[in-house]
T-cell receptor, first 118, second 114 residues
Framework: DAGVIQSPRHEVTEMGQEVTLRCKPI?????LFWYRQTMMRGLELLIY????????DSGMPEDRFSAKMPNASFSTLKIQPSEPRDSAVYFC????????????????FGPGTRLTVT | GDSVTQMEGPVTLSEEAFLTINCTYT??????LFWYVQYPGEGLQLLLK?????DKGSNKGFEATYRKETTSFHLEKGSVQVSDSAVYFC?????????????FGQGTTLQVKP
């Protein structure tokens, strides 16, 4: 398996510009998660999807952030306009739900996108 | 609500020392428990897991036992190597009321010196 794929790996942009981060989950996984990691705040869950439908976006910091999942193999996280405080590493993760069986929901993480907003 | 608490770092050890990283949790029901590891510049990787009380997860010399009576899942390794230097995250997912989310601890940085 190729694992979770994220692009770009690094992004440097100026304040006010639009930034789009991309994620391809592991084939067959029906959950997709977007996280943000900073030294100050640690690892934060921004939003997650189940079967392409957003389930919980309570972690999205503000309206400048939006996420979409048009199909099972692709998701985007967009920041418009970007600000210096958005500088962080953004991770995408995917997992397979076990439905009524419950049990472990181990997540598989991508390598992350390091975003720097100047 | 559900939560995970890890010991604060950084933890600094000499090579071949014994490692313990404490993790305790608060959760309703019967959560599954995980340890993830993050090497510098990389994403999180699943290190080991346990899905029910008294289960022991193990991988790469690391072990952790699911202790329901003490609500703990401490990570141990008998002899650490420089290559084990990383950030370690404890996490849980709910059991029967699982929403698919993982609840992560704040992470513990391990530094192993030669």
């Amino acid at each position: 398996d190729a694992g979770v794929i994220q692009s770009p790996r690094h992004e440097v942009t100026e304040m006010g510009q639009e930034v789009t981060l991309r994620c391809k989950p592991i084939s067959g996984h029906d959950y997709l998660f977007w996280y943000r990691q900073t030294m100050m705040r640690g690892l934060e869950l921004l939003i997650y999807f189940n079967n392409n439908v957003p389930i919980d976006d309570s972690g999205m910091p503000e309206d400048r952030f939006s996420a979409k999942m048009p199909n099972a193999s692709f998701s985007t996280l967009k920041i418009q306009p970007s600000e210096p405080r958005d500088s962080a590493v953004y991770f995408c993760a995917s997992s397979v739900g076990l439905g009524a069986r419950g049990g472990a929901y181990e997540q598989y993480f991508g390598p992350g996108t390091r975003l720097t907003v100047t | 609500g559900d939560s995970v608490t890890q010991m604060e770092g950084p933890v600094t050890l000499s090579e071949e020392a014994f490692l313990t990283i404490n993790c305790t949790y608060t959760a309703t029901g019967y959560p599954s428990l995980f340890w993830y590891v993050q090497y510098p510049g990389e994403g999180l990787q699943l290190l080991l897991k346990a899905t029910k009380a008294d289960d022991k997860g193990s991988n790469k010399g690391f072990e952790a036992t699911y202790r329901k009576e003490t609500t703990s899942f401490h990570l141990e390794k008998g002899s650490v190597q420089v290559s084990d230097s990383a950030v370690y995250f404890c996490a849980l997912s709910r059991g029967s009321s699982n929403t698919g989310k993982l609840i992560f601890g704040q992470g513990t940085t391990l530094q192993v010196k030669p």
